[in-house]
């Protein structure tokens, strides 16, 4: 393809984008920076490409132009309210030092690439300059009279974390000592014991591997101790868009934590992207739906006591139609379980069932004010889940999907799943530190409600979320939580989920998740790791 450019022109657009006179090239943000968005709003209605609108209205005596951009996006978002050109900007943040309960209110947003810090390879034994353990002191908890109390509970559950990460190792090591573990270090090799290592280097890789089996595994078994409190950091890649949406919800949280980080994300952007979160602030139509909707909940619910609930997965049936869709919008708000809700909901009457649905519509004063994921429900595959939080956070990253939790809370009882932690002699330690938490937790929810005690529920601590799903969101859910490397809880969850899809749906399903694996694995992250060490070996050779 010929140029229509000057040799000073490509010269020029060389230093914006990878090739400056082919019909697909990249935009280097770097050199644009904030300004990509801008230049790409004039695309639909501008006569030539991108190319040409950035040397006819961006560039200035070889310079680029910022008052003009930032001019012309603030005419198209503002003026214009075209919100897609916010879109064409993103930027990268890194939040550090955050709660796992704000963590989660920051992954809900879909449309972002998230990275958050693990707790299946980091052990959380850090302490401050203070010497205080890693987690996070809420303002009003610290502002009560619970604040002692809270502290002394928080330290005594993570002095114990941190006392059994050593005896867990120990008591792993004995169950797989290194002589008899087996990994294939190398590719092609098959798996080969220590005393096979053919050189220094190879043994080297195989301590390594076996290291980290051991650590992954400890971490995987202990994580259960960790409190919803627990500080880690999250790193996000979105763009304007969606970074208006987060900071709306934050800012428009009840939670004093979100407002504040809120101000402190937009204070980062601001910096970067600028004019694509200048339109984001509190929204009195969050607020205030939110808060009707928990008064009308607890006026409807508040005197009757949620049914027993089992762990594990219930799949509801297809027919609910519009009772399913308000059970949706009041499941948030209470501690009933959907089954429970659509019960309820049939006994009342026309009235009632138009409240709901009104008071979770709210009232709207422009198109931007969207009510919640409930107008969403009637998926092929509508499923509620009683599960331990620390196993939600793991299915919680999959969010092309439908899916709402229930507050944290400790009314769920506590996993059963504690086999290594009973067999290595510590139950009564890990007891010990759920007892203490249960207590503390009834006592914030009475006298500072429930959204704060949440700060003190484990991850071994179950929750109730509900998930919608098609077809092939589930198979992409399914296929990769059940494999070999995954964590053996979820992996339960999954085969479990499966199981009872099959038991619906019969053939359709086996031919459709051809990938899920039903078998168990006691040693997730052995083979996983021992792949790494032979990609890497390949590498150097």
């Known amino acids: 393809m010929s140029s229509h450019f000057t040799e000073e022109e490509q010269r020029l657009l060389s230093k914006y984008v990878s090739d400056p006179t082919g019909p697909v090239y990249v935009v280097y943000p770097a050199a644009m920076p904030g300004m990509i968005g801008a230049a790409y709003a004039r695309y639909s209605r501008a006569k030539g490409g991108f190319r040409e609108t950035l ?122 000592p290194l002589a008899q573990a087996q990994y294939e270090i190398r590719q092609g090799q098959g798996k080969t014991t220590y005393a096979q290592c053919q050189d220094d280097e190879a043994r080297k890789d195989f301590e390594r591997t076996y290291k980290m089996d051991i650590r992954t595994k400890a971490c995987d078994t202990l994580r259960i101790l960790l409190p919803a409190c627990t500080r880690t950091n999250v790193g996000l890649h979105t763009n304007g868009r969606s970074f208006e949406h987060l900071l709306r919800r934050l800012y428009s949280s009840d939670l004093p934590e979100a407002q504040t980080l809120a101000t402190q994300i937009h204070a980062q952007l601001n910096t970067v992207i600028p004019r694509y979160v200048q339109r984001a602030a509190r929204s009195e139509y969050l607020v205030e739906t939110r808060h009707a909707m928990q008064t009308l909940a607890d006026e409807l619910l508040g005197g009757i006591e949620p049914a027993p609930s089992r762990r594990g997965i219930t799949l509801l049936p297809r027919d609910l139609g519009p009772d399913g869709q308000l059970a949706a919008m009041l499941f948030p708000f209470c501690r009933h379980s959907m089954e429970q809700l659509v019960a309820l909901i049939k006994q009342w009457g026309d009235e009632t069932r138009q409240r709901i649905r009104r008071t979770y519509i709210g009232q709207r004063r422009t198109r931007r004010d969207r009510p919640g994921r409930a107008l969403e429900f009637g998926y092929p595959w509508e499923i509620e889940m009683v599960l331990d939080l620390g196993i939600y956070r793991d299915l919680h990253r999959h969010r092309m999907l439908t899916q709402e939790r229930q507050r944290y809370t400790v009314e769920l009882g506590f996993t059963t799943l504690l086999d290594d932690i009973r067999e290595a002699g510590f139950l009564d330690d890990v007891m010990a530190c759920v007892e203490r938490v249960d207590a503390l937790y009834y006592e914030l929810t009475r006298d500072l409600g429930p959204d704060i005690a949440q700060y003190v529920v484990l991850l071994g601590h179950n929750i109730r979320c509900r998930f919608g799903f098609n077809d092939r969101a589930i198979q992409h859910l399914l296929e990769l939580r059940t494999g070999p490397q995954g964590h053996r809880n979820y992996r339960l969850v999954g085969q479990e989920l499966y199981r009872l899809m099959i038991a619906r749906d019969g053939d359709r399903i086996r031919d459709m998740l051809g990938f899920v694996d039903l078998n168990d694995y006691d040693w997730p992250r052995g083979d996983s790791e021992a792949g790494q060490r032979a990609k890497e070996a390949k590498l150097t050779t």
Not at 63 to 90: C, N, P, Y
Not at 97 to 122: C, F, G, H, M, P
Not at 124 to 146: C, K, L, N, W
């Open 55 to 176: 040397l006819k209205e961006f560039i200035e005596d070889g310079h680029l132009d910022a008052e003009h951009a930032d001019k012309l996006i603030t005419r198209v978002l503002i003026a214009f309210g075209d919100d897609s050109v916010q879109e064409m900007e993103s930027a990268w943040v890194s939040i550090e030092e955050v709660s796992n309960v704000l963590t989660k209110i920051i992954e809900d947003l879909r449309l972002t690439a998230a990275i958050e810090q693990s707790t299946r390879y980091v052990f959380y034994d850090q302490v401050d300059e203070a010497g205080r353990f890693r987690y996070y002191r809420e303002p009003t908890i610290m502002a009560s009279r619970h604040a002692k109390r809270f502290e002394e509970t928080m330290d005594f559950v993570f002095g114990t974390y941190v006392r059994l990460i050593e005896p867990m190792q120990e008591y792993f090591r004995g169950r797989k």
